[in-house]
């Protein structure tokens, strides 16, 4: 079985998720994977759909019962600890304290103005009853400032709670991937067609304005599944390029089960 090449290495034991059963691969610590994936422990097995973005992490059998090893390093909840993002109301608050009482699906988006994020909204929302019973709060961040974020939430009649992150420092600690050859890809430019054609449009105003072209209009976002506690983030799937949205039913599963 052979593996995508990628600059993160690592020498677990992955379990690859496929329709019909389940096999396991031994990687020889040489062997290079996917380079976002975040670094696990030993004791970690990785559950990977076929789409190798789509990580959730459980405890090994071994070890002491209900102690679960993080998704994320030490250094990447502590800083996420420091970084403040801002809701409608302009009031500031630790991004941690979104998921320290409770769990919460978190989306972060491209930017404010993205019509792939307008999507993305939906997509979850779509779900967000089945959330609700589970007594899981549906939230999104965008990279920008207060004023965009409540064009955003004017626009699309998101149901889940909106907060911006002016300081685009979550992003940053979750070591999101950046660049213009993420965002233009031959995908992304046919997700953007075929939402047009379902009537899903960018605003092209909020595009435009310096701070998205500048820094948030490059950056691609993600989703996690955190809560409760402030470090207890059980999923994350982080975009390897513009819409790249994950299977529902991974989130759900991560959040409702």
Same mark, same amino acid.
């Given at each position: *079985?052979?593996?995508?090449?990628?600059?993160?290495?690592?020498?677990?034991?992955?379990? =690859?998720?496929?329709?019909?059963?389940m096999c396991r691969l031994h990687v020889?610590?040489?062997?290079?994977?996917?380079?976002?994936?975040?670094? #696990?422990?030993?004791?970690?097995? =990785?559950?990977?759909?076929?789409?190798?973005?789509?990580?959730?992490?459980?405890?090994? /059998? +071994?070890?002491?019962?209900?102690? !679960?090893?993080?998704? @994320? +390093?030490?250094?990447?909840?502590? +800083?996420?600890?420091?970084?403040?993002?801002?809701? @409608?109301? &302009?009031?500031?608050?630790?991004?941690? %304290? @979104?998921?320290?009482?409770?769990?919460?699906?978190? /989306?972060?988006?491209?930017?404010?103005?993205?019509?792939?994020?307008?999507?993305?909204?939906?997509?979850?929302?779509?779900?967000? %009853?089945? *959330?609700?019973?589970? $007594?899981?709060?549906?939230? @999104?961040? $965008?990279?920008?400032?207060?004023?965009?974020?409540?064009?955003?939430?004017?626009?699309?009649?998101?149901?889940?709670?909106? #907060? /911006?992150?002016?300081?685009? =420092?979550? #992003?940053?600690?979750?070591?999101?991937?950046? $660049?213009?050859?993420?965002?233009?890809?031959?995908?992304? $430019?046919?997700?953007?067609?075929?939402?047009? *054609?379902e009537g899903y449009r960018q605003d092209?105003?909020?595009?435009?304005?310096?701070?998205?072209?500048?820094r948030g209009g490059w950056k691609q976002?993600?989703?996690?599944? /955190? &809560?409760?506690?402030?470090?207890?983030? +059980?999923?994350?799937?982080?975009?390897? !390029?513009? &819409? %790249?949205?994950?299977?529902? !039913?991974?989130?759900?599963?991560?959040?409702?089960?």
């Open positions: *079985m052979a593996c995508s090449p990628s600059t993160t290495l690592l020498s677990n034991s992955l379990h =690859l998720n496929k329709p019909t059963n020889h610590p040489t062997i290079p994977l996917n380079q976002n994936l975040p670094i #696990y422990s030993k004791n970690n097995i =990785l559950k990977l759909s076929t789409n190798q973005h789509h990580v959730i992490t459980t405890p090994f /059998a +071994s070890g002491a019962a209900g102690v !679960e090893s993080p998704v @994320l +390093s030490e250094d990447t909840t502590s +800083s996420l600890d420091s970084v403040k993002v801002f809701d @409608l109301n &302009g009031n500031g608050i630790p991004i941690s %304290d @979104l998921w320290r009482d409770r769990k919460a699906v978190v /989306a972060f988006a491209r930017h404010f103005g993205c019509v792939l994020c307008r999507k993305r909204a939906d997509y979850l929302a779509s779900k967000k %009853d089945v *959330m609700d019973a589970s $007594g899981v709060a549906l939230v @999104l961040i $965008g990279p920008g400032s207060i004023d965009q974020a409540k064009t955003f939430a004017e626009q699309t009649k998101f149901e889940g709670e909106i #907060y /911006a992150d002016p300081s685009h =420092l979550s #992003y940053e600690a979750l070591k999101f991937v950046s $660049g213009v050859l993420t965002t233009f890809t031959p995908k992304a $430019g046919l997700k953007i067609i075929q939402l047009y *054609m092209w105003k909020l595009s435009f304005e310096k701070d998205t072209v500048t976002g993600g989703i996690i599944v /955190a &809560g409760p506690g402030k470090s207890n983030i +059980s999923y994350i799937h982080k975009d390897k !390029e513009a &819409g %790249d949205d994950p299977e529902i !039913e991974d989130i759900l599963k991560a959040c409702c089960s």
